[in-house]
């Protein structure tokens, strides 16, 4: 066994020593208790300049019995600097162990030569281990054993620690998302070992160093928003570690496997900068110094194995269904092109550069009375003279169009140049649409909270895409008077069952009269589709989250829901109606419905009953209003910010084609009409009238 030398000072201290033991020898046949026995070693430089000098006394020769009373010989080898010339004046070396035995009662010719062992190792003078910074050290160590960080998930650390096991076992969990599985390198279990990346300030591997954090931080900007730090209290971690060779940047420049090797997360600074400081004291005492692998293994705080992400379960709250007078709907006085359907059309007709087209139709009251409207894919302006769309239209996944009276103002991210949506997508074939938004207020600063699903597309085909994760995005409303630069400030991950989207449609705290925000969802299918129903005290969507499992309770985590209500769309409304709850959506108990119709609860929650045909969109299919198969309708909901308590509501929809060319005859540029929201207009009342 042996170990190397380590000091900030002295380069006395490039050596290594070993010591040698027979353990319990025992002796057969004939023995010669008088023979010597020798043990002998040489030191070979690999390395010009760094000569390996030998301690005297090394080794011991003794006769048998000596060996067998105290069996034990040590060595120590030291490497000056000399004339080295590597930056760290790095040296290697060999040391070979050689015994013999010599008898002339039993050899009287020869002596036998035990086999002999060898084992390398490596001096340095590394500037970069941090003593601190700068300050030159010096060592030794054994450079044929590949060392393993035991990161113990202490309460100090214990977030950097469950980021670190996450992205080692449960990577597709992780961020930047990817098309492709995940493959994060670093754990024992992965035969992959991570490198250190290391240099003194101005080489290649500092500046690569560099390269990796700013690409961690660009990273996280990009999936946590433009402001994550949330005022310098949360760092961007990433792992692996910009200080490997496996970092965000120099683990691959391969566009194909640009996301799946590493991952990046704001964690609290505190906890951030004391994992820091364990990393670079196991660099220090173990001498990790540039290219040397090493393993990183997460631990319990007691040093047992890590329990892997934890999550609450069980009954957060019981479930509390309310009493009302529950009626049968009935609806009346349907108007068609209700307003503000004719404000978006002059709109589009004749902006410059702002929305001319868009689905999903969320709306939201600001604190000062405007209105702000929410879509997901979005045309751009403008239209040609004759009122047909350009095939060069800017094209994006988010905006939002403010509405000041009949004025409009389209907000987006990007520049005027080269527009783009409000959320950047996170990576390759990855987009966002929005779903339903609220205004919440926090130490006192009013925030737009707007849910955001994330899609990827797996396969050519126009439907070729999945649902990924779910987000709340955060966003300014200190400059809602400019059209560009409304990225979020920040996004934080919210529940994110595959398939499972959450943002169909929100209830603020402030109409459900319970003090809880209800947050709705959908069991996404081809038909059939299912509602799930979350809720969380007051406005704050990123709060802790309870979800609904009749006749159990709302539960701690979100694979304890259950589906509720069969046949909703990807998109609808819950709305207080006459002491209770209407649910309105486009059916999908049938492919492209063209049926709009509201159920009613006296919960928020459910169930939902007496089900009642609102209205029936006119435009889908081959005998509706455009007499073209390719038409659709979708995505229907109440706009609490055009209706006043109890109505008459106004409800939008959305229409599209499946014609997805990118041509003059194709319908998106022949007729831009087509894509556009419908509102309408329309009384519902409980059968009987109102108590």
């Known amino acids: 066994m042996g170990h190397g030398h380590q000091d900030k000072d002295s380069p006395a201290a490039r050596k290594v020593k070993y010591w040698m033991m027979l353990d319990d020898p025992q002796a057969f046949g004939k023995v010669d208790y008088t023979a010597t026995l020798s043990f002998t070693g040489t030191c070979k430089s690999y390395t010009a300049g760094a000569p390996c000098q030998a301690a005297p006394g090394n080794g011991r020769t003794d006769t048998v019995e000596g060996w067998i009373a105290a069996g034990y010989a040590d060595w120590e080898y030291s490497s000056p600097e000399g004339s080295n010339t590597s930056p760290d004046k790095i040296a290697f070396f060999d040391f070979d162990l050689l015994g013999t035995m010599s008898s002339p009662k039993i050899w009287p010719s020869s002596a036998p030569v035990i086999a002999p062992g060898q084992a390398g190792f490596r001096c340095d003078s590394a500037r970069y281990q941090k003593w601190p910074v700068g300050v030159q050290s010096y060592g030794c160590v054994f450079d044929g054993v590949r060392s393993i960080w035991t990161f113990k998930a202490t309460a100090d650390v214990?977030?950097?620690?469950?980021?670190?096991?996450?992205?080692?076992?449960?990577?597709?969990?992780?961020?930047?998302?990817?098309?492709?599985?995940?493959?994060?390198?670093?754990?024992?279990?992965?035969?992959?070992?991570?490198?250190?990346?290391?240099?003194?300030?101005?080489?290649?591997?500092?500046?690569?160093?560099?390269?990796?954090?700013?690409?961690?931080?660009?990273?996280?900007?990009?999936?946590f928003g433009a402001q994550y730090s949330r005022n310098q209290t949360r760092d961007c971690d990433e792992y692996p570690m910009a200080s490997t060779n496996q970092g965000a940047w120099t683990g691959s420049n391969d566009p194909a496997v640009e996301t799946h090797h590493y991952s990046v997360r704001p964690l609290k600074s505190e906890d951030n900068q004391a994992a820091g400081r364990l990393l670079e004291e196991f660099y220090r005492t173990e001498r990790v110094i540039n290219t040397d692998e090493f393993f990183v293994d997460v631990v319990a705080a007691d040093g047992g194995p890590y329990p892997g992400l934890q999550e609450p379960e069980g009954i957060s709250s019981p479930i509390a269904n309310r009493q009302c007078d529950l009626r049968q709907p009935v609806v009346s006085n349907v108007q068609k092109t209700a307003p503000p359907e004719q404000t978006f059309n002059d709109y589009a007709r004749t902006t410059p550069n702002g929305w001319t087209g868009g689905d999903s139709t969320f709306?939201?009251?600001?604190?000062?009375?405007?209105?702000?409207?929410?879509?997901?894919?979005?045309?751009?302006?403008?239209?040609?003279?004759?009122?047909?769309?350009?095939?060069?239209?800017?094209?994006?996944n988010s905006t939002f169009v403010l509405k000041d009276g009949d004025n409009l103002t389209t907000l987006r991210g990007g520049t005027a140049a080269t527009p783009k949506g409000l959320m950047t997508p996170a990576a390759e074939k990855h987009w966002y649409w929005l779903g339903d938004g609220l205004i919440h207020n926090e130490g006192g600063t009013n925030y737009l909270q707007v849910l955001f699903q994330e899609y990827y597309k797996f396969g050519p085909g126009d439907w070729d895409f999945r649902h990924k994760a779910n987000f709340v995005a955060w966003f300014s409303l200190a400059n809602l008077g400019t059209t560009h630069g409304h990225e979020p400030l920040y996004v934080d991950p919210v529940p994110s069952t595959p398939g499972v989207g959450w943002g169909s449609a929100l209830l603020p705290a402030s109409r459900s009269g319970d003090g809880y925000t209800y947050i709705y969802g959908v069991d996404d299918a081809p038909i059939n589709k299912q509602m799930r129903v979350a809720r969380v005290r007051g406005t704050d969507l990123t709060g802790d989250w309870e979800y609904l499992r009749p006749g159990t309770g709302w539960m701690k985590h979100e694979k304890e829901a259950a589906n509720v209500f069969t046949g909703i769309a990807n998109e609808y409304s819950v709305t207080p109606w006459y002491g209770g709850f209407t649910v309105l959506s486009q059916t999908s108990t049938a492919a492209f419905s063209g049926e709009i119709r509201a159920s009613v609860s006296c919960s928020p929650h459910g169930p939902w009953q007496l089900e009642t045909l609102v209205y029936h969109m006119p435009e889908?299919?081959?005998?509706?209003?455009?007499?073209?198969?390719?038409?659709?309708?979708?995505?229907?909901?109440?706009?609490d910010t055009l209706s006043p308590e109890d109505g008459p509501f106004t409800l939008s929809y959305n229409v599209n084609s499946f014609d997805s060319q990118v041509s003059d005859t194709a319908h998106h540029y022949r007729d831009p009409s087509i894509y556009r929201p419908r509102f309408v207009k329309f009384s519902m009342t409980p059968t009987g009238g109102t108590r």
């Open 158 to 223: 214990a977030q950097t620690a469950k980021h670190v096991w996450t992205a080692q076992f449960k990577p597709n969990l992780t961020r930047p998302p990817s098309v492709k599985d995940k493959e994060i390198p670093g754990s024992i279990q992965s035969g992959t070992p991570l490198s250190r990346l290391a240099g003194a300030a101005g080489t290649p591997e500092a500046n690569s160093h560099k390269a990796n954090r700013d690409k961690s931080i660009a990273t996280c900007k990009t999936n």
């Open 620 to 639: 889908p299919g081959p005998y509706g209003s455009y007499q073209d198969g390719t038409i659709f309708a979708y995505n229907a909901h109440i706009h």
């Open 363 to 396: 709306s939201v009251k600001l604190p000062d009375g405007r209105l702000l409207f929410l879509f997901s894919d979005t045309f751009l302006g403008p239209l040609k003279s004759d009122g047909t769309r350009p095939t060069n239209a800017p094209f994006v």
